[in-house]
């Protein structure tokens, strides 16, 4: 089955660092365009970062110079490391794939990450 | 940055009524537009896209219109399960953005 699964979730404190995997049975990570979006409590959704197939990156504002994403190809994962966490980083993170038309078709179930003293 | 705006923020209907959301942007994105369905717990599932097309599995009751800056979800005959929060996203400009979302909850 086609699936995202997300882990690495959970309470950080601010300053911390974590790191968020998105394993993916039945798909190959390296042949799509992976991203990041999150969703604050009650919130709405926000891109945070994405993967190209050629390997370049890119980045929301709010992250960039915090957030790295990457890939394991042969673990066919893909990961999101967080450093200088805030407050404002509270949020479910999701996984998801993309085509050429940059559409999320796929998404992961999502892992929380809260970031509190 | 591509700014989305969602009206009404809520909308309560009864089951088989008509549905009606709208996504506006705050530049022209031709029809590059998405619609989401996300009920409470769960992942987004994609809708629509290019403004128009239906994701595969989609039923025909929901449909999408529009060009440029207004664009329009419509579901024809709400069923029980579709009530829930729907995003609008576009894809013309970097950074991706989305709406901030209409909640169609039971009258």
């Known amino acids: 089955e086609v699936q995202l699964v997300e882990s690495g979730g959970g309470l950080i404190q601010p300053g911390g660092s974590l790191r968020l995997s998105c394993a993916a049975p039945g798909f190959i990570v390296s042949s799509n365009y992976m991203s990041w979006v999150r969703q604050a409590p009650g919130k709405g959704l926000e891109w945070v970062s994405v993967i190209y197939r050629d390997g370049r990156i890119n980045y929301a504002d709010s992250v960039k110079g915090r957030f790295t994403i990457s890939r394991d190809n042969s673990k066919n994962t893909l990961y999101l490391q967080m450093n200088s966490l805030r407050a404002d980083d509270t949020a479910v993170y999701y996984c998801?794939?993309?085509?050429?038309?940059?559409?999320?078709?796929?998404w992961g179930r999502g892992t929380l990450v809260t970031v509190s003293s | 940055e591509i700014v989305l705006t969602q009206s009404p923020a809520t909308l309560s209907l009864s089951p088989g009524e008509r549905a009606t959301l709208s996504c506006r942007a705050s530049?022209?994105?031709?029809?590059?537009l998405a619609w989401y369905q996300q009920k409470p717990g769960q992942a987004p599932r994609l809708l629509i896209y290019?403004?128009?097309y239906r994701a595969t599995g989609i039923p025909a009751r929901f449909s999408g219109s529009g060009s440029g800056t207004d664009f329009t979800l419509t579901i024809s005959s709400l069923e029980p399960e579709d009530f829930a929060v729907y995003y609008c996203q576009q894809r013309s400009n970097w950074p991706l953005t989305f709406g901030p979302g209409t909640k169609v909850d039971i009258k």
């Open positions: 998801a794939r993309s085509g050429d038309e940059w559409y999320f078709d796929l």
């Open positions: 530049q022209s994105i031709s029809i590059y």
């Open positions: 290019d403004a128009s």
